[in-house]
């Protein structure tokens, strides 16, 4: 593989681009707008420039990845592209429409992954022609920094399109683990009792957030404590998951979420962003 | 740290004994033991001194047995008998709460619950778990024995679980309902937990060291409690906890 298409400049659009540019992979760029792309790169150019002063890449391998990327606001060229990954927002419906374009661009070699967090790769596969070209690749934010790459496999996936993903998130140097297309892979699953336990915990009055996040942390070994993880997430982004989570197991009570988010997100406590959430942070 | 050196006497499960034991040799304190089961899994260190009962001077006693209440009730009746009124009794209540307890001992005031389980009973910090019985004073000493021996303490309310053993056996039933739905590898869904939500150990790895029958007794423990579907037991969690098997990650 030489080329990777990119569909979506936003946050992880622009950080796969600067890890697989990085990587020694030309980049075609694709968004909206002129004007998107034109952020984009600026933003890069900023990674790449503090990337340099703290020593984590040289100027060289700066240069190199400015000129390894091409912002295109058509995906005309995107059948030069062994694999596409896409990157748009979080909507079935205009992946699904991004996924048809695509279909129709790329030759039938041609690699479709979604970064989708949350929906169905085997949905958003039957909007292909050939499905078995479709295939998960969720990274995690920002994807330059995080070693994991989920490599989903949804229910009509080739064997070929899986190892060919799995090469190149190697290849990128991620570690990647191949899942089944079920709701949150595993990441985003196995995680949800970590705060569905301890909200719960809170709800009953058993210890306070202090003492949860503490006790986590010093008696569980954990980094973090579920509370100010849930902070630096948001809480309603973390609400979000749950309930997709929950909605799409058609009402599992292990993922049901908590009156307490529900009221976090109400009262417009999200955590880190709006400076307030279970905790108070000041600046 | 003691200038006399302080003696503990430990009574229940194999695992909990020996980590505990093992916290408090590091500690400089002496251990009498006495296990559940005649024929421990391994042989423990020379430092372990086997008792049939704790001496009558010992500072504090700890019953560390969360598989079986029958066997903790009357380990906590020997306990009883065998020491003075105000020595504190530390009991592991992850399995069945302090105040359950409390109604099997004469004097409850001093005894208090402790969250014994395996993997994290040595950590950093242990929960003390009172119960409407339990003193200020028993408080007050077993944090101080957890003080010297270099550890923070929370106190949470008395319930199945405390803190940290059910937020660890709900991760872990979840990965084993993955795993049990064939969605991954073990082996990828440990890799998958440490690198993408910095989990300090993999939840499959991580009920190997715990012992799968540990983690049911749990969880067990919290559905008769709660009453929940949510706290169900993974039916391959089951399987494993009593063929008393394991993936070899
Ligand atoms: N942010 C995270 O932490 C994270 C982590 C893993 C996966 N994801 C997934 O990655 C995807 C993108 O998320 P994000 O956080 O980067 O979002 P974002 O809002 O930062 O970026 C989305 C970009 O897609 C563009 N876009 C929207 N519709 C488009 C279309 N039809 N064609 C081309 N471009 C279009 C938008 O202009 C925007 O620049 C989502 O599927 C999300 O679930 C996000």
Redesign the pocket.
């Known amino acids: 593989m030489k080329t990777i298409g990119i ?7 622009r950080g796969i681009a600067y890890l697989a540019a990085l990587s020694g992979f030309d980049i075609l760029l ?3 707008s002129e004007d ?1 792309l034109k952020q984009a790169m600026q933003r890069i150019s900023s990674d790449l420039r503090k990337g340099v002063e703290k020593g984590k890449i040289t100027s060289q391998q700066a240069s190199e990845v400015s000129s390894k990327l091409h912002p295109r606001t058509s995906l005309d060229d995107f059948k030069e592209c062994e694999i596409v990954i896409e ?4 909507s079935l419906e ?1 992946k699904k ?2 996924f048809k374009k695509l279909d129709e661009m790329c030759p039938p070699q041609t690699i479709l992954a979604t ?4 929906l169905s790769v085997t949905s958003i596969a039957s909007s292909v022609g050939e499905p078995t070209r479709v295939v998960g690749m ?4 920002p994807p330059y920094v995080m070693k994991l790459v989920e490599v989903v496999h949804g229910h009509q996936t080739s064997e070929r399109t899986l190892q060919r993903t799995v090469e190149l998130a190697r290849q990128l140097g991620r570690t990647p683990v191949v899942v089944k297309d079920t709701p949150g892979f595993i990441v985003n699953r196995i995680a949800r009792p970590f705060y569905g336990e301890a909200l719960r915990l809170l709800g009953e009055g058993v210890a306070s957030v202090e003492d949860i996040d503490r006790i986590v942390k010093l008696e569980g070994g954990f980094t973090m404590g579920p509370f100010e993880l849930m902070d630096l997430i948001g809480t309603d982004v973390n609400l979000a998951v749950t309930k997709s989570i929950y909605e799409r197991t058609f009402g599992e009570p292990r993922y049901r979420p908590h009156i307490i988010q529900q009221t976090m997100v109400d009262a417009g406590l999200w955590g880190r962003k709006t400076k307030r959430g279970f905790y108070t942070y000041d600046s | 740290m003691p200038s006399s050196r302080q003696s503990i006497y430990l009574i229940g499960d194999f695992m909990l004994v020996e980590e505990f034991g093992e916290m408090c040799h590091a500690k400089d304190v002496r251990i009498l033991y006495r296990l559940n089961s005649k024929n421990s899994q391994k042989p423990l260190p020379a430092y372990f001194k086997q008792q049939s009962s704790p001496p009558r001077n010992a500072s504090i006693v700890v019953e560390l047995t969360n598989s079986d209440s029958t066997v903790k009730k009357k380990n906590l009746h020997l306990l009883e008998k065998s020491i003075p009124r105000t020595t504190p009794i530390l009991s592991s209540s992850v399995t069945t709460t302090v105040t359950e307890q409390s109604t099997w001992l004469k004097h409850s005031d001093r005894l208090v619950g402790i969250s014994g389980f395996p993997t994290l009973i040595s950590q950093k910090l242990c929960e003390i778990a009172p119960s409407i019985h339990t003193k200020r004073e028993t408080i007050t000493k077993a944090s101080e024995f957890f003080f010297t021996l270099g550890k923070q303490v929370a106190i949470v309310q008395d319930r199945i679980g405390m803190v940290m053993p059910r937020i660890l056996c709900m991760l872990i039933n979840e990965a084993v309902f993955a795993l049990m739905e064939n969605i991954a590898s073990p082996r990828d869904i440990d890799t998958a937990m440490k690198l993408g939500t910095n989990y300090p150990s993999g939840p499959i790895e991580w009920a190997d060291r715990i012992g799968v029958k540990n983690v049911c007794d749990v969880l067990m423990a919290l559905q008769g409690d709660l009453h929940e579907e949510r706290y169900r037991i993974s039916p391959l969690l089951q399987v494993m906890a009593t063929g008393q098997q394991w993936w070899h990650t």
């Open positions: 569909v979506g400049a936003g946050i992880m659009g694709h968004d909206l998107i990157a748009i927002i979080e205009i429409e991004t970064n989708t967090s949350s969720h990274f995690f934010n």
